[in-house]
């Protein structure tokens, strides 16, 4: 028995999936045109699953901003911010992402996934609790792991379980960070931020906000849910991600508390880490100022999201709980989930596969992410792809499992 | 506080509606290889047993508890707080 014998049953699996011809968790993108479209497997295909939400990896302010930084501070840091220190352009980036959220703290991490292990382990370590949505991202439980803290689950948006929890705490909940999302990746659900936010006060928690996939999408300002929902005051940290809305990578955390800031000195995913490199903090910094100054993106986003959500209903297919631009049609198995999703790339529309153990429920979806960029014919050709199917052509849903209009809760 | 051996008849009560007809509960059974249960029904299983005896198991202790025994022995300490 060797170390790699753990691995058979995932060449199994891969196996299998390539008997079917393709294997969906290795797409190669042969060739990036635009925001909205690629060459995959030969052909010019309509990009609706990349949470490319404002469509700005092309902007020519962003493009030039990191060619600029390229010319000027070179191709990399070759290091860590506390070893080899940090570029003046790390401390502008951070300046300002704390200014577009009005907080005086920030912290820019090197990727998404590094500002949640980041963040959530130096904030609750041992003898701390978390108490974490059963929905959330991998980032999220390997960052409480990472930390030491005790983790307990809550059901997902379930405030009433969430309040049970803290009551089974006593006195602990004062030691007690809850981690909420603010759109939910998979299904696109949103968490209930105002009453998390009046049971967190109740117990004397804290509670930090994940924003990766609502930062330029929700509030009157793209700054996520706890702008819409009005509690950005009572929120304690913020984490997010450039790799999506703002069409860069990294990420971050903001907070209004100062011993925020100590957190460079405790955090290993911040400190044993190459900083960001010069173009892709220039060209965040580039689309920070952009989605402050183009709001008409986040119009045209909705606009999309709701045409797209309409279509798909209309079609017979279940979808996630609400509008909004992550739209998961829900297959009723993982053959043919794998079906529909090959056919809909055979028809140039390439979505997410998402099967379990990575859904919620065991649900088999496919994933659309919708985006500013999308045009009004781009939208209509991915609906007819979908409708196409749903008809009954190469696969077909049977009746049972199509409930126009129905939703996941 | 509720003992071991209090806890124990209340577990098997509460596992009994995940068990196939006519399997016979006991202190050695392996709660995922002989139940046969899946991640989703493990996750299923836990929140009935946290609602039933009030406590939450934190996820850190999860990779120790393989049997009802086990899972007994954490039931009894959570509940001593």
């Given at each position: 028995m060797s170390l790699f014998d753990k691995f058979l049953p995932i060449q199994e699996a891969r196996n299998e999936l390539l008997k079917s011809g393709v294997n969906p968790f290795h797409?190669?993108?042969?060739?990036?045109?635009?925001p909205t479209e690629a060459i995959i497997n030969g052909r010019k295909t309509i990009l609706v699953?990349?949470?490319?939400?404002?469509?700005?990896?092309?902007?020519p302010d962003s493009i030039t901003a990191a060619q600029q930084a390229l010319a000027q501070e070179g191709t990399g840091t070759t290091g860590s911010r506390m070893a080899n220190g940090s570029f003046a352009s790390h401390k502008a980036l951070e300046k300002a992402i704390a200014d577009f959220y009005g907080a005086p703290y920030a912290i820019v991490f090197s990727t998404g996934y590094q500002a949640n292990l980041g963040v959530l382990s130096a904030l609750a370590g041992p003898g701390d609790t978390i108490l974490i949505d059963g929905d959330s991202h991998a980032s999220i439980y390997d960052g409480c792991r990472l930390g030491g803290a005790e983790i307990i689950r809550f059901k997902h948006n379930n405030v009433v379980d969430l309040e049970k929890r803290l009551r089974r705490l006593g006195d602990r909940s004062y030691r007690t960070l809850i981690v909420v999302e603010g759109?939910?990746?998979?299904?696109g659900d949103r968490a209930p931020l105002a009453e998390i936010v009046e049971v967190k006060k109740k117990y004397g928690a804290t509670l930090i906000v994940d924003e990766a996939h609502s930062l330029g999408v929700l509030g009157q300002h793209g700054r996520g849910l706890a702008e819409e929902t009005g509690v950005e005051q009572d929120v304690d940290c913020i984490v997010g991600t450039f790799s999506k809305s703002l069409g860069s990578t990294g990420g971050f955390g903001i907070s209004f508390h100062p011993e925020f800031e100590l957190i460079r000195y405790t955090s290993r995913p911040y400190i044993f880490t190459a900083s960001p490199c010069p173009s892709v903090v220039a060209s965040t910094r580039a689309t920070i100022r952009i989605i402050q100054t183009q709001p008409e993106l986040r119009q045209h986003l909705w606009t999309n999201s709701r045409n797209l959500y309409e279509g798909l209903t209309k079609s017979g297919y279940i979808l996630g709980a609400e509008v909004g631009p992550i739209i998961a049609a829900m297959v009723p198995n993982k053959e043919l989930a794998l079906t529909m999703w090959q056919q809909l790339l055979e028809n140039g529309i390439y979505v997410n596969l998402m099967i379990p153990p990575a859904t919620p429920n065991g649900e088999c979806l496919l994933r659309c992410s919708v985006s500013a960029a999308h045009t009004h014919k781009q939208i209509e050709k991915i609906i007819a792809a979908f409708a196409d199917m749903s008809h009954g052509t190469q696969t077909h849903i049977s009746p049972a499992h199509v409930q126009p209009g129905a939703t996941l809760n | 506080m509720m003992s071991y051996s209090a806890i124990l008849p209340q577990l098997f009560d509460t596992l009994k509606p995940f068990t196939k007809p006519g399997f016979q509960l006991k202190e050695q059974t392996e709660l995922v290889a002989e139940l046969g249960l899946d991640s989703l029904q493990v996750m299923q299983v836990l929140l009935k047993i946290e609602d039933h005896f009030d406590i939450s198991i934190p996820l850190?202790?999860?990779?120790?508890?393989?049997?009802v025994k086990d899972l007994g022995e954490e039931i009894e300490k959570l509940l001593k707080g």
């Open positions: 797409v190669t993108v042969e060739k990036i045109i635009s699953g990349t949470n490319n939400y404002l469509g700005l990896t092309f902007h759109i939910y990746s998979m299904l | 850190n202790n999860l990779p120790n508890i393989r049997t």
